[in-house]
Each structure stands twice: as C-alpha cells, then as structure tokens.
C-alpha cells in the first residue's frame, strides 16, 4: 500500500525550512575556518598527487566539528622512522553555503562539491586539515534533501607547497617551513644596487644593506694565449710538451 498522500515530507518549503535552520544552527554552534581550494599545476596520473601544486586563494565559512571529544584516528603512534601524528576531524558545512561561497572558483577540480585534497585551516588549532573524503548523504534524505557536507579530514604534513592566500597566519607557514631553494629570488640581479626578497610585503627586507656593482668574467677565447688575458707569461716561460714532428703513427702519410 502506497504512503498517505495527505503527509507530504518532501515539499520545496519544507525542504528549505529544513536547511534555513541547520544553517542558523551551523552560525551558533559552528567554528570559523578558512577553505583553500587546491590549484594543480603538473598533476602525475600514476600516483593521483601533484608535488607543484598550491593555495592561491581562502574562503571563510561556518563549519561544525563533529568530534567533541577531541581529534580522531590513531593519533601519536611511535613508528620505524620516530613519532607520527594522526589526527582525524569531520567538518560539517551547509551545502548551499558552500555552492554559494566556494563553487564558483575556478581551481577547484568540481564544482559539484568540496573536493579530496584541498585544505580546511582551523584558527582555534592553528592546523591545517587535508580532506580525505566528502560524505554527501548523512544524514540520509531527510525531508528528501541531502543540506549538508560531511568532511572527513586529517592533519596535512606540509611539504613546501606554495600559500599565497594573502591570510598572514596562514602564508606565515610557506615563511616558516618551506624548504624550497627558490622560495626567496634575487630581484636585482644587475646594475647597481642592493638585493632585496623578491616576495616583500611593506618595507623591503634587504639582504646585503649595501651598494655594489656587479660584473661578469670573460672566459679565454679558444687558442687565446693565458698571458694576454692574465697579463703573465705563464704559457711563453713553460716547458714545451707537445712534439709535432713525428709522424702520422695512424696512416700511411708522411707529411701530416
């Protein structure tokens, strides 16, 4: 027998009551943190990870922590290679927030949902999240919806990843962690001057707080002789090595 048809649980009204209070709920009992869309710049198709890849942008947005107790997972573990940290969370964050926040970037791998692989930075832990996993149907169809995300995350080992997201606290980690040997360039490389980071915010940072002139070295032209260059006699005074008067040991040529 067919349910009563005078109980309808999938209206649009209600369906939009529905996510207006989960959304107020996420605004009271939720946490401010920042979304960072991964951009990918030379994706490897073996291994499923990009080792150039970056975070150029931020977006702030109520998210719910689901684990009240503290963080999942195996936590610290003692290992071959010494101690490793395991922290798992879950986020909760309202799917027509996110649409209406973060789906338009164009970094983002889809725009159907948060995507696996982009980051969750948490101010209360100053830690950063990495997005193992997006469950997309808990809780399941109520009132024939599905209001929210669930974002199973664990803590990102920073690998010199680029964060340019113009959040100071959170670029401060590329300043402070990164082991990248282009992470400060010289900006000056010719003339006259001073260098300076290339990457300055503000004031400039100079490095050499001095003035100096640059040259380059002339390498010898080939068969040039060293003194000419030098200004010595180093290849007039030495001993000669070479004697070009025996003949062709390789041929049958006299004169060679």
Not at 1 to 10: A, K, L, R, S
Not at 36 to 41: E, F, M
Not at 67 to 84: A, H, R, T, V
Not at 202 to 216: K, R, S, V
Request: glycine share 6%; proline share 4%; charged share 25%.
């Amino acid at each position: 027998m067919p349910t009563n048809v005078y109980f309808d649980t999938g209206t649009t009204s209600e369906q939009r009551l529905y996510e207006d209070i989960i959304i107020e709920q996420l605004k009271i009992y939720g946490q401010d943190v920042y979304y960072l869309p991964r951009k990918l710049a030379n994706k490897d198709t073996i291994f499923g990870e990009d080792p150039a890849s970056s975070f150029d942008d931020s977006y702030i947005i109520e998210m719910y922590v689901d684990n009240s107790d503290g963080y999942m997972g195996e936590q610290e573990i003692i290992k071959k290679f010494g101690l490793e940290l395991r922290d798992d969370i879950t986020f909760i964050v309202s799917k027509l927030r996110w649409e209406t926040l973060i789906s338009n970037n164009t970094d983002l791998q889809t725009s159907l949902r948060p995507n696996e692989g982009d980051l969750v930075y948490f101010p209360t832990t100053n830690a950063f999240f990495e997005i193992q996993f997006v469950e997309h149907e808990a809780p399941f169809y109520q009132q024939s919806a599905l209001p929210v995300y669930k974002l199973s995350c664990t803590k990102w080992e920073y690998a010199s990843e680029r964060l340019d997201t113009g959040i100071t606290k959170i670029d401060a980690t590329e300043d402070d962690l990164s082991t990248d040997t282009m992470q400060f360039q010289f900006a000056l490389e010719n003339e006259t001057g001073s260098f300076v980071i290339e990457s300055s915010i503000g004031a400039i940072d100079y490095l050499i707080n001095e003035d100096f002139t640059m040259a380059t070295q002339q390498p010898v032209d080939s068969g040039q002789a060293f003194e000419t260059a030098a200004g010595t006699t180093t290849s007039s005074t030495a001993d000669d090595i070479l004697d070009f008067s025996e003949r062709n040991p390789f041929g049958e040529v006299d004169d060679y």
